[in-house]
């Protein structure tokens, strides 16, 4: 019952996304090709956003749902980031999806997004199975 409450906020994401036409192949590939800043604006929002949040979230030591302190650990930069950065990018750019549009588009009834959510599935199972391996 206490999980319902992420519940209805994925709702409302995805009903926002959808209705913000964040969901449309067209509008991502249309980023992708410099043709339209649309979803440069959105993303840069969303970024100016969170960056907000985490300053207040810092500053006034909040705490989350259950009442424990939300703590942002710090991380140091290294090349994983890029690399893993550029497969993500090219895995958007050639499905015209992340991860939450992803499961917007499955709730509205667009199946064949499904394969694109199974991959994204094997990727990250394929991560977790090399993460030891890799540059961290």
Not at 113 to 129: H, K, Q, R
Request: glycine share 12%; aromatic share 18%; net charge positive.
């Amino acid at each position: 019952m206490k999980n319902l409450k992420f519940l209805f906020t994925g709702l409302i994401f995805g009903i926002i996304i959808t209705k913000a036409e964040v969901v449309s192949w067209f509008r991502i590939q249309d980023m992708f090709r410099f043709k339209d800043p649309y979803m440069f604006l959105i993303l840069g929002s969303a970024v100016l956003t969170g960056g907000l949040f985490v300053l207040i979230i810092k500053k006034f030591n909040l705490k989350n749902f259950y009442g424990e302190p939300i703590v942002i650990p710090k991380k140091k930069f290294n090349k994983g980031y890029i690399i893993g950065g550029m497969i993500f990018g090219m895995g958007w750019f050639l499905s015209g999806l992340c991860p939450g549009p992803m499961a917007a588009l499955i709730g509205a009834g667009y199946l064949p997004v499904i394969f694109a959510f199974l991959s994204a599935l094997l990727g990250t199972y394929t991560y977790a199975y090399f993460k030891n391996k890799l540059p961290h």
